[in-house]
Nanobody
Framework: QLQASGEGLVQAGGSLRLSCAAS????????MGWFRRAPGKEREFVGAIGWSGYSTNYADSVKGRFTISRDNAKNTVDLQMNSLKPEDTAVYYC????????????????????WGLGTLVTVSS
């Protein structure tokens, strides 16, 4: 199971940190990802982090502003969001790769098998 937290309302230019706590399968064996769904849009890839935490992969829209990190001892993965824009407004989901063989370059929805319920981030202009 995955449980995200950190929901909030922030002004444009501000920062917010989301956290996701995982249980179940051995956390350190799997790539973890973050996705989001903006109002009226499809769910899209935000970023992913490899099992060791050394490799990351970001969507172009968030590169340089968002940072993913993980703590394998605590079974958590965080998404630090800086320089937020109104277009970042969305429900954010953490996800765990379907297979331990999945690489951190995975961006497809079908490459992730476990999903959290989502947490709402609202960025006001």
């Amino acid at each position: 199971q995955l449980q995200a937290s950190g929901e909030g309302l922030v002004q444009a230019g501000g920062s917010l940190r989301l956290s996701c706590a995982a249980s179940g399968r051995t956390f350190s064996n799997y790539v973890m990802g973050w996705f989001r769904r903006a109002p009226g849009k499809e769910r899209e890839f935000v970023g992913a982090i490899g099992w060791s935490g050394y490799s990351t992969n970001y969507a172009d829209s968030v590169k340089g502003r968002f940072t993913i990190s993980r703590d394998n001892a605590k079974n958590t993965v965080d998404l630090q969001m800086n320089s937020l824009k109104p277009e970042d407004t969305a429900v954010y989901y953490c996800a765990r790769a379907r297979s331990s063989y999945t690489s951190s370059s995975a961006r497809g929805l079908n490459e992730y098998g476990d999903w959290g319920l989502g947490t709402l981030v609202t960025v006001s202009s």
